[in-house]
Nanobody, 124 residues
Framework: QMPLVESGGGLVQAGGSLRLSCAAS????????MGWFRQAPGKEREFVAA????????HYADSVRGRFTISRDDAKNTVYLQMNSLKPEDTAVYYC?????????????????WGQGTQVTVSS
C-alpha cells in the first residue's frame, strides 16, 4: 500500500495560481510514475499531467499545456502540480495517482494508488 494525500486546493480567481501537493507514504516512491487527474461535476475523470519515475519525462493534456507544471521531489516523497493562469473550466476535484511503471502513464487504468482528491474552484 502507498497512501497518497493531496493538499493545496482552494478557491481562486481566474488568472490566479495554485500549487497542489501529493505526499506519499512508503520507501519506494521513486520507483513510481506519478500523475494528476481531475473530475468536474457530471463529467468523467480526465488526465491532466504525468511524469515518469525519474522525473525526466512529462506529458500534459492539451487543455493545460503551458499553464500547468508537474514535478516531483523524491527526497520528500511528494509530487506537485503548479497551476498558473487558471480558468473557470479548471474547476474540478484533482486527484494524484501512482503507477508501478517507469514511463509516463496517461490513462487511469494502470495506476495502482489514488489519493482522496482536493477541490479546486476557479471563479470568473
Amino acid at each position: 500500500q502507498m497512501p497518497l494525500v493531496e493538499s493545496g486546493g482552494g478557491l481562486v480567481q481566474a488568472g490566479g495560481s495554485l500549487r497542489l501537493s501529493c505526499a506519499a507514504s512508503g520507501r519506494t516512491f521513486s520507483n513510481f510514475a506519478m500523475g494528476w487527474f481531475r473530475q468536474a461535476p457530471g463529467k468523467e475523470r480526465e488526465f491532466v499531467a504525468a511524469l515518469n519515475s525519474g522525473g525526466g519525462s512529462t506529458h500534459y493534456a492539451d487543455s493545460v499545456r503551458g499553464r500547468f507544471t508537474i514535478s516531483r521531489d523524491d527526497a520528500k516523497n511528494t509530487v506537485y502540480l503548479q497551476m498558473n493562469s487558471l480558468k473557470p473550466e479548471d474547476t474540478a476535484v484533482y486527484y494524484c495517482a501512482a503507477a508501478r511503471a517507469r514511463g509516463v502513464v496517461v490513462t487511469p487504468a494502470p495506476y495502482d494508488y489514488w489519493g482522496q482528491g482536493t477541490q479546486v474552484t476557479v471563479s470568473s
